[in-house]
């Protein structure tokens, strides 16, 4: 069930695969088959929201939510923090508001000690998708592509509505703001998105 306000701090690890690892940008082979869109969405340093939904041509939403605040069991170097710093773990599936289609599915980790309240607020207490809340606040930011390559659906097939083992572009890249890593995310979403979207 999505949980959208805020969760008392539990005492586990907290490292998915995805975030463990050099903070070097790494990015593999195999992209060469996307359509023109994927493309964009692979290699954009800009709000991926905004981007869907200029193609799809209706409002995007969240269409499933589930986080909670934990300490780290370990460091997280893309981050540049370790235990016992609490970070938000968040996993979202962004979808057509009129269409239902999920078209991006997106896991987090974001150190909330070091955004404004309001961001905080933002994420704990509505569905609001992370980039419009960082446009809102209007605090500067940049994004930097760590990982860039394919990887099949696998457990987050049900999310997207895809095969088991369809391969989805999958990119990971940290969200920086005043010299500082706030923000870590893992995007997945397809290999083909030339088409346009059904209207409801």
Do not use: C, N
Not at 119 to 146: F, K, N
């Amino acid at each position: 069930m999505a949980r959208a306000g805020w969760i008392p701090p539990q005492q586990r690890t907290l490292l998915p695969e995805w975030a463990v690892g050099p903070r070097a940008p790494k990015t593999t082979g195999g992209l060469r088959d996307l359509d023109p869109m994927a493309r964009v969405l692979a290699t954009t340093d800009g709000t991926v929201t905004e981007i869907l939904e200029a193609w799809a041509d209706e409002p995007i939403e969240i269409g499933y939510l589930d986080q909670e605040l934990a300490e780290l069991g370990g460091p997280i170097d893309a981050l540049e923090i370790g235990p016992p710093f609490s970070v938000l773990r968040r996993e979202i599936v962004l979808r057509g508001a009129r269409t239902g289609e999920a078209l991006l599915h997106a896991e987090s980790l974001i150190a909330i000690d070091r955004l404004p309240r309001s961001i905080v607020d933002g994420l704990l207490l509505h569905r609001t998708p992370i980039g419009r809340l960082l446009r809102a606040s209007r605090l500067e930011t940049y994004r930097e592509i760590l990982q860039l390559e394919m990887e099949a659906a696998g457990l987050f097939a049900g999310r997207l509505g895809r095969p088991p083992d369809e391969l989805l572009v999958s990119r990971t890249y940290r969200v920086i703001a005043g010299g500082l890593p706030v923000m870590l995310i893992h995007e997945r979403f397809p290999r083909r998105l030339a088409r346009i979207p059904t209207r409801a």
